[in-house]
């Protein structure tokens, strides 16, 4: 979000009859240049079927609307009118006679028409022009999966019908927020290796399996792109049988984790109890944590055994991973030892726990399952009754004095470590399997492709945290779907920006530009801090009667003038 709280586009009366007409400009005209380059109201005018006379407002025109709105100032539908009169009516794409119509309702319909419209050809249409009009390649496509959460209880949106196009299904999943309390839909996005441009998206159902979803994606790239040889990165969820054979058999490549479920994975564990392994270093470089802290190692060794589908299989080791395994399972050991004594006492204490053997085991493996410490853990829950003798009758207690006993049943639990397993875990943390099935690549090759997949964590975190996807405010499944389409056309402005100024920066020679606060140096520009420098930029006009005596373009900074010719821009952009 970007300096929300701006001046609104203002007029001033001045002496014999002068008025002063300042427009805000602000980053728009960086963003229109590249909607342009994308022809991308050419694309949607396309597919998106036009309004009837009932709509008032063209569909395209408050789709663009909606679409700048998000890259220049995140604000709810129904405030797209005043943030649009906040800037110069020309920079959002309309005319004097457009803003009455620029309603919420409008721009609902808008999104009707865009969710009616054949969205997967739409933006296949629009990916295809990145190599040509902006030079992206598409050699290693990188694939990921977020939730978006919704608060509501959604009740219609179960997967219905509208208008003959299947809607998502707002429900309850695997919440990748931890707000498993929340209904969600599945985000998948697909970016390129070349600046990380999104390529590729999709909306599907909350409840949606990661693995059921590499198929469909690898197709609609492919479609994309017009090839299939480029190199598919994703997580240990592409790595089941059945989608990674019918990739190969299509002659594509892939790059996938083995998980831990698998027969390779705890077969090479075994194996390094006893065997040297031939590790060849490919990173060795200082901890980015301080000058004295571990050095940052990566290394990479091939398995003489190939995978069960007879593909090379790559074994990874990193200190600093290892570092923070061993770290890690210590923390979880005290953490369990530490809440296993809490529980120790309530079950000893005056007041103690009303519990059977049965709900005490029950508490004790949902503790271990928790912290995944089940395996270094022996855990016993032995009797510790307790006795009691009452007097049997009235009376001073005597040498004949009957008594009866009385047993309270107590539990007592004790634990010791298994520390045999924990030296047989020690010996591989750090390590994890990469499988490929391009023999061709070598295992530097394999661990540099997987070592770039976080990078699309990026684009989440800009979705999440910078366009501030969520909460959504819309109710109709149909028209959220659009709006993430919407959410994805702006990623892909947002990425194109980025990259086209830190590839003029690497080709200039440019280590830094002063975006951070107090001009503080920022070596890899994002589109935030890009268009921030943007953000005030304003135009003044002045009138008489009506009449347009001078207008006063603004004056551009040393710091503007410079991210304009990084960009390829002329100035003449903004004294438009």
């Known amino acids: 979000m970007i300096c929300q709280g701006a001046h609104l586009a203002s007029a001033r009366e001045g002496r014999e009859g002068h008025v002063l007409l300042t427009e805000r400009l602000g980053p728009l005209p960086i963003i229109n240049h590249y909607l342009e380059k994308l ?19 063209d569909p395209v025109k408050g789709l663009l609307v909606l679409l700048r709105s998000m890259v ?8 797209q009118a005043e943030t649009a009169a906040t800037f110069a009516p020309r920079c959002f794409g309309l005319k004097k006679g457009d803003m009455p119509y620029l309603r919420d309702d409008t721009i609902g319909r808008a999104l009707d028409r865009l969710f009616d419209a054949d969205r997967g050809s739409l933006l296949t249409e629009i990916v295809a022009r990145l190599p040509d009009r902006f030079g992206v390649n598409f050699n290693e496509i990188h694939n990921d999966t977020t939730t978006i959460r919704f608060a509501g209880q959604y009740f219609p949106a179960t997967g219905r019908s509208l208008r003959g196009k299947k809607a998502p299904w707002i429900t309850y999943g695997f919440s990748k927020d931890h707000r498993p309390d929340l209904k969600q839909l599945v985000f998948l996005l697909s970016t390129s290796e070349d600046g990380c441009v999104p390529i590729q998206f999709r909306c599907e159902n909350g409840n949606t399996n990661d693995v059921s979803t590499h198929l469909a994606t690898w197709y609609a790239i492919q479609k994309a792109t017009g090839r299939s040889d480029f190199l598919y990165v994703a997580d240990c969820k592409l790595c089941d049988r059945e989608t990674m054979k019918e990739i190969d058999a299509k002659k594509g490549r892939f790059i996938t984790v083995i998980p831990r479920s698998r027969g390779e994975d705890s ?38 055994i190939p995978s069960r589908e007879a593909w090379p299989v790559t074994w990874v080791y990193g200190s600093l991973l290892a570092a923070h395994h061993d770290r890690l399972r210590h923390e979880h050991i005290q953490k369990v030892q530490e809440e296993l004594r809490d529980l120790q006492k309530r079950l000893l204490s005056k007041r103690r726990m009303r ?41 001073r207690p005597g040498p004949e004095t009957r008594y009866r006993r009385t047993i309270k049943r107590r539990w007592r639990l004790t ?22 099935n391009d023999r061709n690549l070598t295992p530097r090759q394999v661990l540099e492709a997987h070592k770039r997949q976080p990078l699309l964590e990026k684009r989440f975190e800009q979705l999440k945290n910078v366009h501030e996807i969520a909460p959504v405010f819309l109710k109709n499944e149909g028209r959220i779907e659009a709006f993430f389409t919407l959410y994805f056309l702006a990623l892909l402005v947002q990425a194109l920006i980025e990259r086209d100024l830190r590839a003029a920066m690497k080709q200039e020679g440019i280590e830094s530009l002063p975006l951070y606060g107090e001009e503080m140096a920022c070596e890899m520009p994002t589109s935030l801090q890009i268009l921030r420098v943007f953000s005030l930029a304003e135009r003044h006009v002045l009138y008489r009667k009506e009449e347009i005596i001078d207008d006063f373009d603004i004056i551009l900074t040393d710091l503007q003038r410079q991210i304009l010719k990084l960009l390829g821009l002329r100035d003449t952009i903004y004294s438009v």
Not at 39 to 57: H, K, S
């Open 72 to 79: 220049v100032e995140r604000e709810p539908i129904y405030r």
């Open 267 to 304: 077969f090479f564990r075994k194996k390094i109890q006893d065997f040297e392994v031939p590790w060849t270093t490919v990173w060795d470089r200082p901890n980015p944590r301080g000058k004295y802290k571990r050095r940052d190692v990566w290394k990479v060794w091939r398995d003489d």
């Open 355 to 395: 519990r059977t053997k049965a709900d005490i085991w029950v508490l004790v493996k949902v503790l271990l399952a928790r912290y995944q410490v089940a395996e270094y853990l022996k855990v016993r829950l032995d009797p510790d009754p307790e006795y009691r003798y009452r007097q049997i009758g009235r009376g």
């Open 39 to 57: 022809d991308l109201e050419g694309a949607l005018r396309q597919f998106v079927i036009p309004g009837t006379w009932r709509t008032r407002l």
């Open 415 to 436: 634990w010791e470590l298994d520390q045999k397993k924990i030296d047989y875990d020690a010996k591989s943390d750090g390590m994890y399997p990469l499988l490929s």
